[in-house]
């Protein structure tokens, strides 16, 4: 195969019979394939197996049970089982039309690109396909974002929240992408420096069917962003800062209503403390768990730390309020700041730390040795 088109599926069963027969119309059938990467919970597994039975070109279908990484997750993993080094991906809904994978194929084939992407916003490209004036304003403010965040490795890109792009995979690190979502070109531009050209298309209206696009995807598109600028440590830091502000918003509430301050810091702590872990656990060491403890022994280590360290910030402030006679809550504040680095190096060390296969703690190698001395012979 000289091209493999990756097409990642989620309930797209009204638009797969077409897909192909565009895609079959416009590609060279003799060394082009398909292969659906389908997350779906519908009919879209039974239909890809009818449309593949008699389609004019190869058709294959890896189905994921448990997915993971969303659209990016699937992409990567269809990557890894591409017949071919060379890889367009689209999406499943006909806005990226497969008549366009010719010129981008022509333009990869001059041999001086690694990717080419197909953009919405250079030449005669155009974002008409987008559902409404709130789509548009919010694609062209997360391109604009997006771009000011990499000034360096997107100044010759337009549009690196498109979906629909063709790379040679030999060219990126498949183990390095940790996909997060639907931006995954956003992912391979971000983690590796590529030689991209750009080609104009015309994103158009979805054939069948809904948009997958929500609140919660957009979240994860600022989560992402936020992991590859800043990396680990800020993601660790955007929440503790909304722990902080929950913190202190608990606080205010609690003395407001009457409650002692040192009294309102404590409960403010404990609320913050285990929202603190559970939105660590999903956003920011989701990929260290599998190698760490158990999570009932991570929640352990987590919570003792939090409450010891506020065992010591909390007499800290209150010397703060007493002695400098400033406001309790940014006494608080400021020993929330100072508490943050330590925090992220406890979790990121001891909390998120591998297991140590086949390793003995320290009890238990001290019972073993007091065993085997009380078993040992001896003279009467």
């Known amino acids: 195969m ?85 890889c367009v991906v689209m999406d499943g809904d006909l806005q990226h039309p497969p008549e366009e994978i010719p010129m981008m194929e022509h333009r990869f084939r001059r041999g001086d690109v690694d990717l080419v992407v197909a953009s919405r916003y250079v030449g005669s490209g155009d974002a008409g396909g987008l559902a409404d004036k709130w789509r548009v304003l919010v694609s062209r403010g997360s391109t604009a974002l997006t771009k000011a965040m990499f000034p360096i490795r997107l100044r010759n890109v337009s549009d690196p929240m498109t ?54 995807q957009g979240v994860h598109f600022l989560l992402q962003l936020t992991m590859l600028r800043f990396g680990k440590m800020s993601l660790f830091a955007f929440i503790g800062a909304l722990g902080a502000v929950a913190n202190l918003a608990i606080m205010w509430a609690l003395t407001h209503m009457g409650v002692e301050y040192i009294w309102a810091a404590i409960i403010a702590s404990e609320v913050t403390i285990v929202g603190n872990f559970l939105a660590q656990e999903r956003f920011v060491f989701q990929d260290m768990r599998e190698d760490a403890s158990g999570v009932w022994s991570r929640f352990a280590k987590s919570f003792a730390f939090n409450n010891c360290e506020a065992v010591i910030r909390i007499p800290i402030m209150a010397a703060m309020v007493q002695g400098w006679h400033i406001s309790s809550v940014i006494a608080a504040a400021i020993t929330l700041m100072l508490a943050f680095v330590v925090r992220f190096l406890f979790h990121s060390l001891v909390v998120y730390a591998p297991r140590k296969v086949g390793a003995k703690s320290a009890t238990r190698e001290l019972l073993e040795e007091i065993d085997a001395q009380a078993m040992s012979p001896g003279e009467l």
């Open 163 to 216: 979906g629909f792009f063709l790379v040679d995979r030999t060219a990126i690190d498949l183990d390095g992408l940790k996909p997060r979502g639907f931006k995954i070109l956003l992912e391979i531009l971000a983690r590796k420096p590529l030689r991209v050209a750009e080609v104009p298309f015309a994103f158009a209206d979805r054939h069948a069917g809904e948009s997958k696009a929500s609140f919660t």
């Open 2 to 86: 000289n091209l493999t088109i990756i097409v990642p599926t989620y309930n797209e069963a009204p638009n797969v019979a077409e897909l192909v027969r565009r895609v079959a119309e416009a590609v060279d059938t003799t060394d082009t394939e398909i292969l659906f990467v389908d997350d779906s919970t519908d009919a879209t597994p039974d239909v890809i197996r009818e449309v593949a039975a008699s389609a004019p070109l190869p058709v294959r279908m890896i189905h994921r049970d448990d997915p993971s990484g969303g659209l990016g997750g699937a992409v990567v993993e269809g990557m890894r089982a591409a017949a071919s080094d060379v």
